[in-house]
């Protein structure tokens, strides 16, 4: 039995984006979620380093398990034992991880609609069934306990994202111990993708683990440590689970590369570095929201976090895959369509990432200004 699992379309819009960049054409790429700094300098030096001197053979590293543990401390205020966590390649294995130690085929899996493409795809991928909720502005974007609990019957499984892809935008702390109350009593699996934890401008984002000790948590170097190249993640698991998720892993995944366990150490203690990465985004938020407006773009959802503005662009088209080719091709910047992330109204919007320099962001709103004139 195969699945039908659809293609990130933005990935097609990246490479219509290189092959434009190699015909001489300059391309601002704001249509991945992808820091565009690198490690921290501390993690690159790291990573000199142990190049010379290390086997570089299957390895689990005990001290970056360690100090992830130490981050749920100091972040969350939280005890966690290092052999609940998993470093896999990424958040994308861990999510695997996550679902195929707590669900069985046939499971059904709640999830925000719009919501991360790789969600509702992995589900189907591993023959569970995607239960989209439609969330629009007057939830911005998010999950409910309410949503969940009017469910019938309840599924066996919610995947909550705060911040959200594509969104930004946070479930409230009073919200979130809602959500966890309503999978308590229906006897719903959580799933929390905290990717985006530590990159927030507004609102606090406590872990699901505060409100549902038996949530799966999965985690990834790629965002606030800006280390998406080099291939690192965690899944942190509850008691019940350790043993089968070893054998998951040690059967599907191995362990992630040696030289990125050693960088991600070094990259937890880069938060100096990381916060001016932050003040960037900041920065790069404050114009976006600035200027879209006037661009025409009045119905967006001002982000909490990550690094992404969800822009409703139904009064410009109903078809967002060949608008934001159009503008790929006159501007030279590059952006994800909205089918992407919601396929069924995902038709009438848009995704910018801003995870760019300012300089960045303010020649693409210099570029799009005339584009967007034009089309009103
Ligand atoms: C919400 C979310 N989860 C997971 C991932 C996968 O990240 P990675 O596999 O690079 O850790 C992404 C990537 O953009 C994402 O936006």
């Given amino acids: 039995?195969?699945?039908d699992v659809?293609?990130?379309?933005?990935?097609?819009?990246?490479?219509?984006a290189h092959e434009l960049k190699g015909q001489g054409r300059s391309i601002i790429h704001m249509e991945f979620g992808q820091p565009s700094t690198g490690a921290p300098p501390t993690a690159i030096a790291v990573a000199h380093q142990v190049l010379d001197a290390d086997g570089m053979g299957y390895w689990e590293s005990a001290p970056l398990k360690a100090r992830i543990a130490r981050l749920y401390r100091d972040r969350h205020d939280l005890d966690v034992a290092p052999e609940r966590l998993f470093l896999t390649c990424g958040a994308s294995p861990a999510l695997v991880l996550a679902l195929s130690s707590r669900f069985r085929p046939g499971a059904r899996i709640a999830m925000a609609r719009p919501g991360y493409v790789a969600y509702r795809n992995t589900v189907?991928?591993?023959?569970?069934?995607?239960v989209e909720i439609d969330c629009g502005p007057s939830e911005r974007f998010?999950?409910?306990?309410?949503?969940l609990e009017a469910l019938e019957p309840p599924p066996d499984g919610v995947i909550i994202a705060s911040p959200a892809?594509?969104?930004?935008?946070?479930?409230?702390?009073?919200?979130?111990?809602?959500?966890?109350?309503?999978c308590r009593r229906r006897n719903i699996g959580v799933v929390s993708d905290e990717i985006y934890?530590?990159?927030?401008?507004?609102?606090?984002?406590?872990?699901?683990?505060e409100f549902a000790p038996d949530a799966t948590v999965i985690n990834s170097f790629s965002k606030y440590w800006s280390m998406a190249g080099w291939r690192l993640g965690w899944v942190l698991v509850p008691d019940d689970r350790i043993e089968t998720v070893r054998a998951l892993i040690g059967n599907l995944f191995l362990t992630p590369p040696s030289l990125a366990q050693h960088a991600g150490l070094a990259a937890m203690d880069s938060d100096d570095v990381l916060q001016g990465h932050i003040a960037t985004y900041r920065a790069n938020r404050q114009l976006m929201l600035e200027a879209l407006p006037a661009l025409g773009l009045r119905s967006i959802a001002p982000p909490d976090g990550a690094f992404y503005i969800w822009a409703d662009i139904g009064h410009l088209t109903d078809d967002s895959l060949a608008f934001c080719e159009r503008l790929l091709r006159d501007t030279g910047v590059a952006t994800a369509p909205g089918v992407d992330f919601d396929p069924v109204n995902g038709h009438r919007f848009m995704r910018f990432s801003f995870a760019v320099s300012t300089a960045e962001v303010r020649e693409a709103l210099e570029r799009m200004r005339p584009w967007f004139a034009a089309l009103a």
């Fill in 1 to 3: 039995m195969t699945t």
């Fill in 6 to 16: 659809e293609p990130f379309r933005a990935i097609g819009l990246s490479r219509i």
């Fill in 124 to 130: 189907r991928a591993l023959h569970m069934t995607p």
């Fill in 142 to 147: 998010q999950l409910t306990a309410a949503a």
């Fill in 165 to 182: 892809n594509p969104t930004g935008s946070i479930i409230p702390p009073d919200e979130l111990a809602a959500i966890a109350e309503v």
């Fill in 197 to 209: 934890h530590g990159l927030t401008y507004a609102g606090s984002t406590p872990s699901m683990l």
